[in-house]
């Protein structure tokens, strides 16, 4: 069990990585084995520790600590767990910490794209996305709703920054995902995804694009479902790539969805088929 350590002063060394490191130095690019990550709330720590990351410490509020010792019985004993009264906690993150609790851990090594291809039938492909509560959103749906596998564009936002992984909760932990190399993006990718037989699909609002409930598509088949960014979707390139273009019809001129909603749609009319299929009703 993780051994208790009431700490006496904000400014010890040991809370930089809840406060004072920044992403990018959470990254530790240069030295991928010192990388790590920061989790907040029980639900987020208990995803976390089930799927088998490596916990470096944990930082929680006095009023906490006994609710969150299962918790702390899943971590080995060097692993210190610190201890500060709530208002020096908020004080430290500098936002409300409403669920009193969080945790550092060792980043897991990243995976190759072929790796989260392997067995995987419905993939989700995101290109460029710059908010990180969208990453984080994106991924939640893409766990609940059948997605085997994401694959990041070499820009796209990190999923495990702290505030995509809560927003996800904890489903980043779940779903395999990899970033594919820049000089494999967008053409090398989509050769990768057809070579295992995957239907390329691109949610855009290109004028040839079918609707998603089309009686046409087939629901049967391996399918790659490309997101773009927030600001102007795919690129011209990514969208040359894809095998189709398709939308979600909308109603009173609407003409799109936040890329967290409309890939929540297309999840489910798309990814989930047979018995596990339900009913989507779109108002055109």
Partial sequence: ???????????????????????????????????MLV????????????????PLSFL????????????????????????????????????????????????????????????????????????VTNVGALFRSAAALGADAVLLSPRCADPLCRRAVGVSMGTVFQVPWARVEAGAWPGGC??????????????????????????????????????GCEGWGLTKAALAACDQALIIPMARGVDSLNVAASSAVAFWQLFRTGADRGTLLITR
């Fill in 1 to 35: 069990m993780a051994r208790t350590v009431r700490l006496e002063s904000l400014d010890d060394p040991r809370l930089d990585a809840y406060a004072r490191l920044t992403e990018h130095q959470l990254r530790s690019r240069l030295e991928p084995e010192r990388a």
């Fill in 39 to 54: 989790a907040e709330s029980r639900n987020v720590i208990d995803v976390a520790l089930a799927q088998g990351l490596e």
């Fill in 60 to 131: 929680v509020d006095e009023s906490h600590l006994a609710s969150a010792a299962d918790l702390f019985a899943r971590a080995p004993e060097e692993v210190p767990v610190f201890v500060l009264p709530q208002e020096q906690l908020e004080r430290l993150c500098g936002f409300k910490v409403t669920r009193g609790l969080l945790a550092c851990f060792r980043r897991p090594a990243e995976r190759g794209v072929a790796e989260v291809l392997d067995g995987a039938r419905n993939v989700v492909v995101l290109e460029d996305l710059v908010d």
């Fill in 190 to 227: 989509a050769d990768e995804l057809r070579a295992r037989g995957f239907s390329l699909s691109a949610l855009a609002l290109a004028d040839d694009a079918l609707p998603i409930d089309d009686p046409s598509l087939d629901l049967g088949q391996r399918r790659a479902l490309f997101f």
